[in-house]
């Protein structure tokens, strides 16, 4: 097990209990998805993972870091072994495509040359090499979003966290992200991707966590569902 | 490094008007410390040359004889801070007493005895030439057998003391206020650049970027606006010195010590003025 919530809560602004009470495991390898209208506590429960918010009570272990011990310098170190990619695709506008995926190894001091193979590398997997001198606003939603996964993936994370990631990519782009995510778990990326999107969440034989008012409602295993899809 | 450079230069490049107003300020700021401190300097040099002339003049009981005289001196000798003691005997005195009255010889053949005392006229080192100190020695003399009388430039002791003290803390003042209007205003021209690169902070932070490296670019571009309005404040200054040396000589204008000081002034200025900005915008 990678990830484990341990009587989780999260109040935000005093009395407002974005999580309550979250009891959770993410093995290695997983493909599970976060299920739950607006406002369920899905992005909150992504970011206390990614360590973006502390939470009020309770802890989470993510691979050897515990959020009651880590220390502020280890983060970017935790960071650096999670992937994220969210709804509104967050790239660099002054950037190019090669630039955006590089950026993620460049902060971390790697070599120019051990970037470049690894970037071109990552290009090719995704099949965005034609793309890869263009910016952000000449390629469409679901390109950018495939970049975004590219930059995640760059670090070889063993997680990757999706937010919403469909949520700004026509239906045509959203199959291609959905094909990539289950790709690269394929491959032995663990995979936790949130969404308020039932008709993704039906067609796919994997894990479904359901969230609602911050606490989970339901935990359906993958191997289940998979029986009676 | 390299990138932390390019980044700060970008900023530069992007905002043309802020980073001229913000040169701007960080300039005529430091000009105008760098300028007080000249005057200081200058004004400490008019003072040392003053300095060299204050002197106890003890004046000393007509009864004492040779022996009692040599007894003194070396008495006098002891204090710490006298540096030189001259003996002027009532006959030099009379003759130096003469040479002023040169002019008006008929006031001097109405002097029928010498009425002059003999006195020691006592120098004394650089440091103990303060208010305090000469008062010290001047009583510690004057409770010496034999001494009649003490006397000293009570009044230009005083005044140039005030004189350097005044300056210095003008200098201070001017210092720390001008110091603050240029942290202020760098620390809000990196305000607007944390701002503008506030999705690239954001990005940065989330693919695990170290704080060091994301503050660096910032860190740095605060240091520039200091270090070219030290220089640039430099070359006013010194400018400025050059055309008035040409009607006033001997101005002093220590330029390493100025320069070095004006410049590396700004770049602790300007890197105060970010690090300020950074620990507020970037909360970490
Ligand atoms: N930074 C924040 N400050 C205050 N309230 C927040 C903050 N982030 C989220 N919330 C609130 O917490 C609840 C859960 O939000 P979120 O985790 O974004 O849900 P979801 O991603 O499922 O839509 C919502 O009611 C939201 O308004
Ligand atoms: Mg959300």
């Not at chain 2, 506030?198 to 490296?213: H, P, R």
Request: with cysteine.
């Amino acid at each position: 097990m990678i990830i484990e919530f341990k009587d989780i809560s999260k109040v935000y602004k005093k009395d407002w209990r974005a999580l309550n009470d979250i009891n959770l495991e993410i093995d290695k390898g997983e493909f599970a998805f976060l299920l739950g209208p607006t406002g369920a506590g899905k992005s909150t429960l992504l970011k206390i993972i990614y360590m973006d918010e502390r939470p009020t009570t309770g802890e989470i272990t993510v691979l050897n870091y515990s959020s009651k011990t880590i220390k502020g310098k280890d983060i970017p170190h935790l960071r650096r072994k999670v992937g994220v990619i969210f709804q509104d695709f967050k790239l660099l506008s002054d950037r190019n495509v090669f630039d955006n995926i590089a950026f993620s190894l460049e902060v971390t001091g790697a070599a120019k040359k051990y970037i470049k193979r690894k970037v071109l590398e990552v290009l090719t997997d995704l099949r965005l090499q034609h793309r890869r001198s263009q910016y952000p606003y000449q390629i469409s939603g679901g390109e950018q979003q495939k970049v975004a996964i590219g930059r995640a993936l760059v670090k070889e994370p063993f997680i990757l966290l999706a937010d919403e990631p469909t949520g700004n990519v026509d239906p045509e782009g959203s199959e291609e992200i959905i094909d990539l995510l289950k790709d690269i778990n394929a491959k032995g990326t663990t995979i936790l991707m949130a969404t308020h999107n039932l008709d993704i969440v039906k067609s796919l034989p994997f894990r479904v966590i359901s969230m609602e008012h911050g606490e989970i409602k339901g935990d359906e295993d993958g191997l289940r569902r998979k029986r009676s899809l | 490094m390299g990138y932390a450079v390019n980044e700060a230069f970008r900023s530069f490049k992007e905002r043309k008007t802020t980073t001229f107003l913000t040169i701007g300020v960080t300039t005529a700021s430091l000009f105008i410390i760098g300028l007080f401190l000249l005057v200081t300097v200058n004004l400490l040099e008019i003072i040392d040359i003053f300095k060299t002339r204050v002197e106890i003049t003890a004046f000393l009981k007509d009864d004492m004889d040779k022996e009692n005289i040599e007894k003194l001196q070396k008495e006098i000798l002891t204090i710490g801070g006298v540096e030189e003691i001259v003996f002027i005997s009532k006959e030099k005195a009379m003759e130096e007493f003469s040479k002023e009255l040169q002019d008006t010889p008929e006031l001097l053949s109405a002097i029928k005895t010498n009425p002059l005392p003999a006195s020691f006229r006592i120098k004394l080192e650089d440091r103990f030439k303060t208010k305090e100190a000469v008062a010290k020695i001047s009583s510690m003399i004057e409770n010496m057998l034999g001494v009649e009388e003490v006397r000293y430039g009570e009044k230009t002791v005083e005044r140039l003391q005030k004189i350097i003290t005044g300056g210095v803390i003008l200098d201070l003042i001017l210092g720390i206020a001008l110091g603050l209007a240029s942290i202020f205003v760098v620390s809000n021209t990196i305000k607007l650049t944390l701002i503008t690169r506030g999705d690239a902070i954001e990005i940065m932070k989330l693919v695990g970027a170290k704080s060091g490296f994301i503050r660096r670019p910032f860190l740095l571009e605060g240091f520039f606006y200091g270090l070219f309005g030290g220089f640039f404040a430099s070359c006013v200054l010194f400018g400025l010195y050059k055309l008035v040396t040409i009607k006033f000589h001997g101005i002093i204008f220590p330029v390493k010590e100025l320069v070095g000081g004006i410049v590396i002034f700004g770049c602790v200025l300007g890197y105060i003025g970010s690090a300020i900005s950074i620990r507020k915008f970037l909360k970490m």
